[in-house]
């Protein structure tokens, strides 16, 4: 028998193990209205025809690749460049909708969002000295991914700008002094999960200074961009990346589909060789994941290249068709939480949320530790579901906060959810003022 | 401008860096006739009817998991679990076709073989002393995910019967005497890549035992188990596996397709848990797994099992669609190397190679050193590709043998290739036999 205790102890964390048992009650609760997943609208996954996607790529390939049918549609079936093999769709898309201006060899396509952070924070962290820096709460895709690479993380909080800017600063000076820089800060600029907050124009300047003067990389997760309301959109990180200190991690989850778990990555860093060449990082990325995974499959490649093909190669154009429904969700979910809550006077005492315009994510504070017991009475008593923040956290913190995620309800399940959570706040606020008077009373 | 020559030497490593030099000679020559590549022939990729396929699993989700229509094709466009979505298709046909009886619980589908091996090894390699052993030469993917996780790496040498054990028990021994004890061995036992060669059941019985009594694990890969010729299968370790020692690693690349990238890892041993319980370590590889690509798309999983279900959920009759191809190359190879170098007498004298019964690989020893520049001559004077042994020895060895692989070429192909290798072959041992005679001369 395998004593694999430490196994456990090496790769479980306090997030981790958190969030495993959030997934648990969530199964034992399958009739709660949850506001717990962060998964793409059930709409958006219906009548997605493959095989057509498919065969839009595959003639696509016979126009441009000057393949015939045949070896068009081999072509998906084999083995494939570990880099990938629509890195030229999205190339274009990213220049005429992003201004963001790579070549298709900058580009490394990946297993969803997640193989790409692995294998970038894989090629930038190859000393064990290297501290990886996170905005906190972060999504546990990078902590998880640095846990497996042994990579120590440090938590920088997150402000109403998006970071605390002043910090950082001072955490690279001290980390430098110990003789543990910050090789890299993983940061979500827009609509973060699960915080939900933009860093501003501004504080996006500053930090790519910072990260110039600091020497450090900047991985920016750009997964929730696509949710800003229409004129309000901030160009990302990369599309203002003078100095190149940004690597851009987009995935084709929410816009597409999960199931195809096609990511990407830009990484058009200059790396020296000793021969005094260099080459670009993206480079060293796809061999270290041909050490993960060979290649993407590209027949799930061809469905996302088929799909934006459909939009006339545009990402803006698919990430439009899909926006409107969370847009509309999110206003549906602040409206209800402002006309069941906002009017309780008692109530508005004690819980406080956010009003962000985009995204999937609202953030509520309550007088009470926001834990899993609580959860428990929330579902078993409420029927409503909701995630702890605290399971975001890299160090404690968001104890009293949870997260609401508007994004896979209908507008129906989202009213009836708030009714109920409207009930469960009340009926512990009104405990929590009556313990609060109680021990008043005993002081 | 990143600075990352070391990035490049904590990546890299001599096989590595060969590769990319064959892949780099390969690709020079696109009008040569290659026997480097072992990916699966063309024309099984040929006709893949990729949207019928996923339609058969669906009307299996629907008549098996009480979904509609509309319901099982959500479940292929969302996330799934990171166990996977098939493991009952492939634990029956496991239990069915080679006597190997496992619960699908003790499965973890994966994003080709190369992720099985990646994260079985981060979960078995929890302290940095533990050395992974494997026969030596072999297959470059481990060597890879070792790599990725700076595990250190030692080669026991392959033998007629498929691996010196007495050297594997010697190894086992200093290992633990010099506190870096081995933690597994990676073996292919039938038809290894690159060697070809087969480990016979009383070796099997053998390294069962030695791994109970020295305390490791064994990962088997079964890449090539389906080209034993019919009659003359050896049960897997995995069947044989009183002891649970065995981690078994499948792939569907080369039976069905490799475009779509799946694979799986049984990993029926029981974890310890520190509070007196204990689960399958394949809970485990699933939560690492959760790291590194979050779960397998379960359209290309839906993909797989369609096939399975065409052949009657039965891994063994898809095996024996694709084996008689392989058969027939490797038949047409081996009786032109006999006819075009076997009546050679000098040549004869200089050259031998292995008369594998299956598999897609034939070993060749020269009189010569079996280089990349020997390679390039091959490849621009006589039109002919092969890759070098040396390619996947882990420490030096196979300097003067080469590879050959049946599997990707025609039967017109390969006897084309055979008469431009023969008359290389001649080339080079007349080349040699000159040299050696001007060497004795120079005495």
Redesign the interface.
Known sequence: ????????A???DPV?DSLNFLNEIINRFPNAISFAPG??N?TH????D??NY?SKYVQYLREHRNLNQ?QA??L?????PAQGLINDLIANALRNDKSIDVSPSAIVIT??A??AM?ITL???F??SRYQLAVVNPCFV?IL??A??LNIDVIGIEETEAGIDLKRLEEACHIARQNNQPIRALYVAPDYSNPAGTVLTLEARQQLLDIAEQQDFYILEDNAYGFTSPLGEEIPSLKALDIN?RVIFIGTF?KIC?????VGYVIAD??????NGR?HL?SK?LA??K???????????QA?VGGMLLEYGGSISALERARSTLYQNNLTILLNALTRRLATNTSLMQAISWSQPKGGFFVRMRLPVAADMALLELSASKYGVLWTPMSSFYVNNGGTHELRLSCSYLTPPQIEEGIDRLAAFLQNITDHDIKRSNNSEKCL
Chains 1, 2 share one sequence.
């Open positions: 028998m395998l004593t694999t205790s430490q196994l456990h090496s790769l479980m981790l998964a793409p059930p996954l219906s009548n997605i493959i095989g498919i045949d549609q081999r998906l079936c084999q083995y494939g297993v969803g997640q193989e692995l894989r090629a930038l190859i000393s895709g998880g991914a846990r497996l190149k989850a589909l999960p199931g195809a778990r860093q200059l790396v020296d060789e000793e260099s990082l060293d061999t270290i041909s050490m993960v995974t060979v290649n993407t499959s590209p027949i799930c469905l």
